[in-house]
């Protein structure tokens, strides 16, 4: 079993920056692909990024392709998400996540442990 919490969310002002760190618990870290999902009010939960175990693989949505960059120490049994170029449709509540899979998947589904949340809000 993974625990997940979530730090590094607040409020920047549009074309500011933040890097989100999640802190997980257990010996198993590099067992999991890691993902950083995010929710808006009135919208489903999308993924944002995705690292593979290794950390060698990434994945991105295409809405913040070039400007976020997820990335994994295996050492310390942290994620980041380094957000850049912050736009206020960035503005929701950001997930980290667990899976116990192959490849890097993307739906909300295929993660087993969740991290409680941080709000990121974008001022225009």
């Known amino acids: 079993q993974v625990q997940l919490v979530e730090s590094g969310g607040g409020l920047v002002q549009a074309g500011g920056s933040l890097k989100l760190s999640c802190a997980a618990s257990?010996?198993?870290?590099?067992?999991?692909?890691m993902g950083w999902f995010r929710q808006a009010p009135g919208k489903e939960r999308e993924c944002v990024a995705a690292?593979?175990?290794?950390?060698?693989?990434?994945n991105y949505a295409d809405s913040v392709k070039g400007r976020f960059t997820i990335s994994r120490d295996n050492a310390k049994n942290t994620v980041h998400l380094q957000m850049n170029s912050l736009r206020p449709e960035d503005t929701a509540v950001y997930y980290c996540?667990?899976?116990?899979?192959?490849?890097?998947?993307?739906?909300?589904?295929?993660?087993?442990?969740w991290g409680q949340g941080t709000q990121v809000t974008v001022s225009s």
């Open positions: 996540a667990a899976a116990r899979r192959s490849g890097i998947p993307t739906a909300t589904y295929e993660y087993e442990y």
């Open positions: 257990g010996r198993t870290f590099s067992s999991y692909v």
């Open positions: 690292v593979n175990r290794s950390g060698s693989n990434t």
